[in-house]
Every structure is written in C-alpha cells, then in structure tokens.
Nanobody, 125 residues
Framework: EVRLVESGGGLVQPGGSLRLSCVAS????????IGWFRQAPGKEREGLAC???????????DSMEGVEGRFTISSDSARNTVYLQMNSLKPEDTAVYYC???????????????WGQGTQVTVSS
C-alpha cells in the first residue's frame, strides 16, 4: 500500500520558518516525481513545487510569485522523504499543505495520483 504522510505543520508567527516533511512508503521512491500543494479555506488547491526524486531536479510553479525565494523543495532518498522548507512565512501562507506522488515522468499530478492527508500551517501573530 502506498502511503504519503506529511508532518511539520503548526502555528508560526509571521516571518517565521517551518520545514514540512513528506514520508513515502510502499513505492519505489526514485521512480516518482513528488510535489507540494496547498489549499487555503475557500480557495482552490494550488501547486507549489515539485522534485524529480531520481535526479533531484526541482520545479516551482511560475504563478507562485509570492512563494519564489521563500520555499525550497528537497528530497532524501535514504529516508524516502521530500521536504518543503518555508521561510519568511506570511499570513497568506496559511493553508493545508499536501504532498503528492506521480509516476507520470513529470510534475503533472492529478487526483488519481497518490496524496497525503495534509498538514495544517497557520501563520498568525
């Protein structure tokens, strides 16, 4: 059974940092592209970043102007884990953050791919 488990969310003050983790099991880790997404209350889910776990290539969503330079995706194949380092957090970063894994050979992830249950990030003073 494939499982993706996110952790690392919580309450943080504006300007603070968090590192989210996505631990994958039940799959051949380096065969997948794994991405981070988020969904804020009342808003659509949006993609943030994606990593090719076989070679470490990273991709960031062009439309995420507010994220660029603040969020960094990385992976550790020995731990079957993908990370999202988030710095200089803002209240508008408040959302449930999800990771998803796809075998498609690209960062195109659909609802039919593997998704975690999400971790809540709240940025507030």
């Amino acid at each position: 059974e494939v499982r993706l488990v996110e952790s690392g969310g919580g309450l943080v003050q504006p300007g603070g940092s968090l590192r989210l983790s996505c631990v994958a099991s039940g799959l051949i880790f380096e065969a997948y592209h794994i991405g981070w997404f988020r969904q804020a209350p009342g808003k659509e889910r949006e993609g943030l970043a994606c990593i090719n776990t076989s070679d470490g290539s990273t991709y960031y969503t062009d439309s995420m102007e507010g994220v660029e330079g603040r969020f960094t995706i990385s992976s550790d194949s020995a731990r079957n884990t993908v990370y999202l380092q988030m710095n200089s957090l803002k209240p508008e970063d408040t959302a449930v953050y999800y990771c998803a894994a796809t075998l498609g050979g690209s960062c195109i992830v659909t609802n039919d791919d593997y998704w975690g249950q999400g971790t809540q990030v709240t940025v507030s003073s």
